[in-house]
């Protein structure tokens, strides 16, 4: 089991600059979710999709994000025009829906710089 | 200005000792939680679950206790090991579904730092 899997790792970008976070969720797995962790605020749900549909995106900070899951096995979270106040780990994480006890995965985050 | 960041309540522990981590939620309405760990570098790691009919449940070294009266969870850890150093999160999905599509909106608290010495 490859986990969930986030590209890239790290981003550092420039104020202004468009970013798109990458996301792999488990395979079987019909369920994804967004979060972004910050010292202030811990960790707070951004949006999530079921089999591919978004369901609930009133985490979404602004307008300027935006998240897509084109098929079954990725997703794409986008920042445009990204700003320094949007510094923080993304993280995507992704369970299998219907089942009761079937706990979120996360993977290991993208850690977005913005200066 | 200065920043002010969340503040983490912290745990201090020998090795070998037991671990008790507290965590108050909000919504008497949740049925379903979890303990997350969340090491440096990572993403939260699911530990033990349970659902709001349990009062406790069990798992390898851990304990997870539910009091609804006081809306209160608690993790143990037993025999805790230098290891187990580390972020601890409690969860709560506020959906009345924990199998559907409302599940996954979990509310996480803001952590506890968990640090074991050898």
């Not at chain 1, 920042?79 to 320094?84: A, F, G």
């Not at chain 1, 290991?108 to 913005?114: E, F, I, K, P």
């Not at chain 2, 070294?61 to 850890?77: A, C, E, F, G, W």
Request: hydrophobic letters at 30%; proline letters at 5%.
């Amino acid at each position: 089991d490859a986990g969930v899997i986030q590209s890239p790792r790290h981003e550092v970008t420039e104020m202004g600059q468009e970013v798109t976070l990458r996301c792999k969720p488990i395979s079987g797995h019909n369920s994804l979710f967004w979060y972004r962790q910050t010292m202030m605020r811990g960790l707070e749900l951004l949006i999530y999709f079921n089999n591919n549909v978004p369901i609930d995106d009133s985490g979404m900070p602004e307008d300027r994000f935006s998240a897509k899951m084109p098929n079954a096995s990725f997703s794409t979270l986008k920042i445009q025009p990204s700003e320094p106040r949007d510094s923080a780990v993304y993280f995507c994480a992704s369970r299998r829906s219907g089942q009761i006890n079937s706990p979120l995965h996360f993977g290991n985050g993208t850690r977005l710089t913005v200066t | 200005g200065e920043s002010v960041g969340l503040h983490l309540p912290t745990l201090s522990v020998q090795e070998g000792d037991n671990s008790i981590i507290n965590c108050a939620y909000s919504n008497s309405a949740s049925d379903y939680f979890i303990w997350y760990k969340q090491e440096s570098g990572k993403g939260p790691q699911f530990i033990i679950d349970i659902r709001s009919n349990m009062d406790k449940r069990q798992g390898q070294r851990v304990t997870v206790l539910l009091n609804k009266t006081v809306k209160h969870l608690s993790l143990q850890i037993a025999a805790t090991q230098p290891g187990d150093s580390a972020v601890y999160f409690c969860a709560e999905n506020r959906g009345s579904n924990a199998g559907g599509t409302s599940y996954g909106k979990l509310t996480f608290g803001q952590g506890t730092i968990l640090t074991v010495h050898p």
